[in-house]
């Protein structure tokens, strides 16, 4: 991924869902121009399906088409690479991944999530051997890796070390009962926010909006914010960040219309 300024990327799980027809996506929008109109009003898009299966090719060379310049997906990787009980035997599928054309998107290819189940916990040992297997360049491409762990035995300063010495990001979850990590390891910072309320036209009342918005500023310029838990007490280089956020899961109806929201907090 060509490195470019530092600017924020903001955007929702996926393009394809039924409910955001005549919500999000205007009635009577062909379903193959979907993507086309997501691009237009996000920023990023964090890919769910490659998590699941394997793309191809000529797959991410359509998405890449359908967006505009400075537009990114994050892909999630596989889950057969994150879902055993020996992560260091994950190389393989890793490369299966790296394999199956993610360079295809070129300048719009973002972050590679790996995201683990909230049974797995903390093996320092195995958990080393797996951010090891993680290439930080592939095909003439650079590769920015963030992993999201949801038990709280990751809550420790050895995996905070470990993340910030192989510059991993870990992913900062908004949720009720996945651990909640804060700690900036690497060049950019990557959340997902989880706690929306399908009510709300925007899924966030707006003073939740600004609150975000200003966390975002604190990160894209370097900072830390202040109301965000920390486990260690080492603190990373001040230099500017990118920032990924995707608005997932929870109120999925209202995703795009935060996402939105957050985007225009931001201009």
């Keep these: 991924m060509t490195k470019s ?9 996926g393009w394809t869902y039924e ?10 929008l062909k379903h193959a121009r979907e993507l086309e109109y997501a691009g237009q009003k996000l920023t990023s898009i964090e890919v769910n399906g490659t998590f699941y299966s394997t793309q191809s090719p000529k797959t991410f060379r359509k998405w890449a088409s ?9 892909l999630k990787g596989p889950r057969y690479a994150v879902n055993r009980r020996v992560l260091a035997d994950a190389g393989d599928s890793i490369n299966r991944f790296l394999d199956s054309g993610i360079t295809e998107l070129g300048p719009k290819l973002g972050p590679l999530l790996w995201q683990f189940a909230p049974h797995k916990k ?7 051997a797996f951010i090891e297997l993680l290439p930080k360049a592939f095909d003439g491409h650079s590769l920015r890796h963030v992993v999201e762990v949801r038990n709280d035995t990751f809550k420790t300063p050895t995996f905070i070390a470990l993340a910030r010495r192989h510059h991993v990001a870990i992913c900062y979850a908004e949720h009720d009962s996945y651990s909640e990590i804060a700690e900036i390891t690497a060049d950019f910072v990557y959340a997902r926010l989880q706690k929306g ?12 909006l600004d609150a975000w918005a200003n966390r975002v500023q604190t990160w894209l310029k370097g900072g830390e914010p202040a109301d965000l838990p920390r486990i260690d007490k080492t603190k990373p280089e001040k230099t500017p960040r990118d920032v ?20 225009e907090r931001l201009k």
């Design 122 to 128: 903390f093996d320092e040992k195995d958990f080393t």
């Design 197 to 208: 309320n399908e009510k709300l036209k925007a899924g966030y009342p707006p003073k939740a």
């Design 19 to 28: 409910p955001w027809r005549g919500v999000f996506y205007p009635k009577g």
């Design 66 to 74: 359908e967006v505009p310049d400075g537009f990114v997906f994050s």
């Design 5 to 13: 300024l530092t600017k924020p990327y903001i955007g929702i799980g």
């Design 244 to 263: 990924f956020l995707y608005f997932i899961h929870e109120a999925k109806l209202r995703a795009p219309a935060a996402a939105m929201a957050l985007i």
